[in-house]
């Protein structure tokens, strides 16, 4: 009896396979003659949709750059999907931002590493740059956002050139003053969010968001910031913390909060209510882009136009 | 050759995966504890948390660790609060996950709360990715980890079902008849949980919670539908695993969404179809012959 | 921790009003769903339509366009209740049972949603950001406008609950019944289905799943403990799960970093875990107790038909017997012995004092009906049932003491006063019965 078993399922399997060579055939057909259509540009893949721009502007038209995860996707709970992977096959190089903002992918995208030009657009900062988020003797996990400190962003514009260059080395003028442009106009836009931040008195410097994303934000253009929700969105938020948000903007005279564009508001409005029940009504300022540009097409589908809409966003609601 | 090879090594390890949980469903379904997937998918949480604070690394083998523990764990209170408790089966679960869950919650939330270690980051993987996670080349044909490890996988749970067939028909059959005649029901049914508990944990860890908690359950359903002959039934769940695998993927293709998604979605229609369509057990023949 | 409990109870913290109403509305909902739906055997139906909301919300923000709550809202509520008519169904027409039916509807519409929102993630729509997470609450951030909904929903449930209590006991427990009386089980079934569903859909959305399942389960499993009675039943889940609620609040307060929600599974499972013990009757201690008192009973009994037989014997009623020799004739523990000749002295059942122990009257009377019924049974076993003589002493030990005077009464008029039991022992009896 056992014995029918076995072979039947070996039977269904050897007949599944035949299956798979049969439709496998056709599709390697198909895709060849697609692959031969574009064959001329080189395929970029991204992950995030900050780093496609950030290749966007360095390539220009010598590649075509596809970013996997789309405006207002949330990069922490990315589902792929057959695409995608079809994409990270097709592609002559990917870029990814590393430091498990990927989760689990990350772990695979190392592992293609080995076959194919996959890099973290991260790779060259030095762990002192970044922000540690767990405690000594735990294994370091570290804040992911790094693309909100701008100046910090700009250094991995190199890293970048250096890694296309190796694709193709005749691209190594065009990529490389392509790039120093890119990195002067991160500079000026660093030194831009500078003043903006600078412009809100002191005492009114306090960022509350919806989740831990500015931490490199606060860092670098001096502003503290207070949030609700921890890397995780898995992970709650007690009433504590609730409360205590609220004693935070209520005693600091804080005049807005702000949503952003990949948490559900919902959370932020608990503070928002509490402080409006204790006589100091906070505003609802957004949402603000922490983890993917705006609409595509719109001024806020770019990385500059990303980081100029939040820094004025701020600097107004602060005010 | 590039593509076809991403089509099949999705398709096998689905179909991998499909049929090690449809024969573990099979006894599942039988014994009412269909459940109990879901229940460690949630359950597994405090398990990973612990290990890595013990261990202070995230790696594979230390998630994976953490979450058979409490696999076996929950399987193992469940089974407290059910016999010694008098709690009902399907409300032991309930109370099981949802403590176990809150549990590995609160642990993160009070360290520090900014770890990234939810299951669903370090513990679920996704089916899409596996033709990229190269284990090893054979003949300069690369073959992916998870198809090393599932098939193993499926070897060990078909070995075991195999050896222990006797034991966990009866236990699930006649569990009276079972005892009468000697046969530990509590230990066949520890020595479920234990297989379940593996095969769960082991495809979170390449395909996701999703895949591996519907395949535990439709295919089996599907075929409890199709035929009263057990092995006939195995056999059967196997099979519409498989038919799952492959359309579903297929579908994804189409659709350009997420493959789990899209094969659980298939399973439905084939259970649909059965619960139609089926020749004794279905609503049609029902109807037809009132 | 003092500071924390008089502010936390003096509800001057908005926040906290919000947090503890909300929960306990929320709480008080869902344990009258939940008794219903744990007495159905469905306790995971709560996990099961949390899942099966996805592809609604999925599809609702398709046709929308944008991330409309009220359109979501709508959206997870026709979701949740066709998956609950579809759970129906299978359970109804084929043989699947409860669990597994909830299983299929869990995944495959789940998968389904999957499917749909990776579908979303490839149109570009920038508000789709979330869109999973949109259900999924999390209870420290309940606020004032919140109260309206859930207020208004446990009103609803509580009403329905009380105006139709016995169509829907009766179709929880005894459909069949139901049906025969003419009472139109489906629609009501139908009635139950989907308050149960409304309190899910807008219990998850304040709360998030894992919160919802527990409180639809535990504290119906809890109050279970305590009573079979339906109603009250569902007044003390109601206020376990009040309890509960204001516990998890407290404890979410009173430190930082401690997620409300699951606190208050926490102190939930805690709760069930005690009545689970403690519970009169149906808890561990009481059975075990009852369990204790009923060995010490038969092993008194024990002692009591040891000192007839030695009376028997020897024909001697007026001589004390020691320990030493009745442990000579039973392999018993001196301690226990002692003990039980202490309590039946205490039931004036034997006299003496130590070690030295003989019958009262009444004690041989009891005595004597325990060796009687065993004598009596024996004889039962070995002429009515064709049990071999060798066979029927170690079945008579247990019986002796389980066979009450009714049945004794009918065996004696069964058997026709018989006067010697298999092994050629003479049966007493007492004189009034002669």
Redesign the interface.
């Known amino acids: 009896?056992?014995a029918i078993?076995k072979c039947?399922?070996l039977c269904?399997?050897l007949l599944?396979?035949c299956?798979?060579?049969c439709?496998?055939?056709q599709?390697?057909d198909k895709?060849e003659t697609a692959g031969a259509k574009t064959e001329k540009k080189p395929l970029i893949v991204t992950t995030t949709s900050m780093i496609g721009d950030m290749l966007r502007n360095i390539v220009k038209d010598k590649a075509e750059v596809i970013s996997l995860?789309?405006?207002?996707?949330?990069p922490?709970?990315?589902?792929?999907?057959?695409?995608?992977?079809?994409r990270?096959?097709e592609a002559d190089m990917v870029f990814y931002n590393g430091i498990?903002l990927e989760?689990?992918?990350e772990?695979?995208?190392e592992?293609?590493a080995?076959?194919k030009p996959v890099y973290a657009v991260t790779e060259e900062l030095g762990k002192e740059q970044l922000i540690q988020?767990?405690?000594d003797?735990?294994?370091k996990?570290y804040d992911p956002h790094v693309w909100l400190d701008t100046k910090l962003w700009a250094s991995c514009i190199e890293v970048v050139a250096n890694r296309l260059i190796e694709l193709d080395p005749s691209w190594k003028a065009e990529i490389g003053s392509n790039a120093a442009a890119l990195y002067k106009t991160y500079m000026g836009l660093h030194k831009e969010v500078k003043t903006e931040i600078n412009s809100i008195p002191e005492a009114s410097r306090i960022l509350v968001t919806s989740h831990?994303a500015f931490n490199y934000f606060s860092r670098s253009y001096g502003i503290d910031v207070a949030a609700?929700q921890?890397?995780?969105?898995?992970?709650?938020?007690?009433?504590?913390?609730?409360?205590?948000l609220?004693d935070l903007i209520v005693s600091k005279n804080v005049k807005a909060v702000f949503v952003e564009?990949?948490?559900?508001p919902?959370?932020?409005?608990?503070?928002?209510?509490?402080c409006?029940?204790?006589d100091h009504p906070v505003a609802v300022r957004g949402p603000l882009l922490s983890?993917?540009l705006?609409?595509?097409g719109s001024s806020e589908g770019t990385y500059e136009g990303m980081i100029r809409f939040n820094a004025k966003t701020i600097s107004e609601g602060l005010k | 050759?590039?593509?076809?090879?991403?089509?099949?090594w999705?398709?096998l390890c689905g179909?991998l995966v499909a049929?090690s949980c449809a024969i573990l469903g099979c006894f599942l379904i039988l014994r009412k504890m269909a459940m109990v997937g879901d229940a460690i998918s949630h359950s597994v949480l405090p398990g990973i948390v612990v290990a890595?604070?013990l261990s202070?690394?995230?790696s594979s083998w230390t998630v994976m660790l953490g979450a058979t523990s409490l696999g076996l764990l929950t399987t193992f209170i469940i089974e407290m609060l059910n016999k010694r408790g008098g709690v009902q089966a399907d409300a032991a679960i309930g109370l099981t996950f949802t403590f176990l869950f809150a549990v590995g919650?609160i642990l993160?939330?009070a360290?520090?709360?900014?770890?990234?270690?939810?299951?669903?980051?370090?513990l679920?993987?996704?089916i899409?990715?596996i033709?990229?996670?190269?284990g090893t080349t054979i003949a300069g044909i690369?073959i992916p980890r998870q198809a090393i490890i599932l098939s193993v996988l499926f070897f060990v749970i078909s070995t075991l079902v195999?050896l222990g067939?006797r034991g966990l028909f009866l236990t699930t059959f006649d569990p009276e008849y079972a005892d009468a005649i000697g046969v530990k029901t509590t230990t066949w049914h520890y020595l479920l949980m234990a297989a379940v508990s593996l095969a769960t944990v082991v495809s979170f860890e390449s395909v996701g919670a999703i895949l591996v908690v519907a395949f535990l359950i439709v295919p089996a359903a599907t075929a409890y539908l199709l035929t009263d002959h057990f092995?006939s039934m195995?056999?059967l769940s196997?099979?519409v695993g498989?038919l799952s695998s492959?359309t579903g993927?297929y579908l994804?293709?189409y659709l350009?969404?997420?493959?789990a998604g899209a094969i659980s979605t298939m399973m439905g229609v084939f259970f649909s179809l059965a619960f139609l369509f089926a020749p004794k057990h279905g609503y049609l023949a029902k109807r037809l012959s009132t | 921790m003092l500071r924390s409990f008089i502010e936390f109870f003096s509800f001057s913290?908005?926040?906290?009003v919000?947090?503890v109403v909300g929960t306990l509305l929320i709480g008080a909902s869902s344990s009258i769903v939940g008794c219903f739906t744990v007495l159905r055997k469905r306790s995971l139906v709560g996990d099961a339509i949390a899942h099966a909301v996805l592809p609604g919300v999925c599809l609702a923000f398709l046709l929308h366009g944008e991330k409309d709550p009220l359109i979501l809202l709508l959206g997870a509520f026709i979701s949740g209740w066709i998956s609950i008519i579809v759970i129906d169904l299978i359970v109804e027409n084929t043989r699947i049972k409860t669990d597994a039916a909830l299983g299929i509807v869990l995944s495959v519409f789940f998968g389904l949603g999957?499917l749909l929102?990776?579908h979303i993630?490839?149109?570009?729509?920038?508000?789709?950001?979330?869109l999973?997470?949109?259900l999924f609450?999390?209870?420290?951030?309940?606020?004032?406008a919140d109260l309206y909904t859930f207020g208004a929903v446990a009103v609803l449930l509580m009403v329905a609950v009380f105006a139709f209590f016995r169509e829907f006991t009766l179709i929880s427990f005894d459909p069949n019944y139901a049906q025969s009386i003419g009472m139109p089980v489906k629609w009501y079934q139908l009635v139950l289905s989907s308050l149960t569903v409304l309190a899910v859909t807008v219990g998850i959305q304040a709360v998030?799943v894992v919160l919802m399942a527990a409180l639809l389960i535990t504290p119906a499993v809890a109050a279970r403990f305590w009573t079979h009675r339906l109603w009250l039943m569902i007044v003390l889940a109601a206020l376990i799960g009040a309890i509960a609620n204001v516990s998890g609040?407290f404890i979410?307060?009173?430190?930082?970093?401690?997620?409300?929600?699951?606190?208050i599974i926490v102190v939930l499972t805690f709760l069930a875990m005690f009545s689970m013990f403690f519970a009169p009757q149906r808890g561990f201690l009481s059975k075990w107790r009852k369990a204790r008192s009923s060995k010490a009973r038969i092993f008194e009994e024990n002692v009591l038909k040891l000192l007839y037989q030695l009376e028997e014997k020897d024909g001697n009623k007026k001589v004390d017997r020691s320990i030493q020799e009745m442990l000579k004739r039973r392999d018993w523990k001196h301690s226990e012995v002692k003990a039980a000749l202490k309590r039946l002295d205490r039931r004036a059942l034997v006299t003496g004092q130590s070690e030295n122990w003989r019958l009262s009257q009444e004690g041989r009377m009891e005595g004597q009906r325990i060796v009687r019924i065993h004598r009596l049974w024996e004889l039962y076993l070995t002429t009515v049932m064709k049990v071999a003589p060798d066979h029927v002493h170690e079945t008579a030990e247990v019986m002796e003491h389980i066979i009450n005077p009714p049945l004794e009464k009918k065996l004696m008029r069964l058997l026709n006063k018989p006067e010697r039991d298999p092994h050629d022992s003479p049966i007493p009896y007492a004189e009034d019965d002669i």
């Open positions: 009896m056992f078993k039947a399922w269904s399997c599944v396979l299956l798979f060579a439709q496998g055939e599709k390697a895709t995860m789309g405006p207002g996707v949330d922490h709970y990315f589902k792929a999907s057959q695409g995608d992977l079809k990270i096959r498990f989760g689990k992918m772990a695979i995208l592992k293609l080995k076959s988020m767990t405690e003797g735990l294994e996990q831990d609700l921890g890397v995780s969105t898995v992970t709650e938020f007690g009433l504590k913390d609730v409360t205590n609220v564009s990949s948490v559900d919902k959370h932020l409005n608990a503070v928002v209510e509490g409006k029940k204790r983890d993917a705006g609409e595509d | 050759m590039d593509f076809w090879f991403n089509d099949f999705i398709i179909s049929m890595f604070f202070g690394s995230l919650v993160i939330a360290n520090s709360g900014n770890l990234h270690i939810d299951q669903d980051c370090v679920h993987g996704e899409a990715y033709p990229l996670d190269i690369e195999y067939y092995p195995l056999l196997c099979v498989i492959f993927y994804a293709v350009d969404g997420s493959i | 913290d908005p926040n906290v919000y947090v999957i929102l990776t993630q490839k149109t570009g729509n920038a508000s789709q950001s979330g999973d997470s949109f609450g999390k209870a420290a951030s309940i606020v004032g998030g609040a979410s307060y009173a430190a930082p970093r401690m997620p409300t929600g699951p606190w």
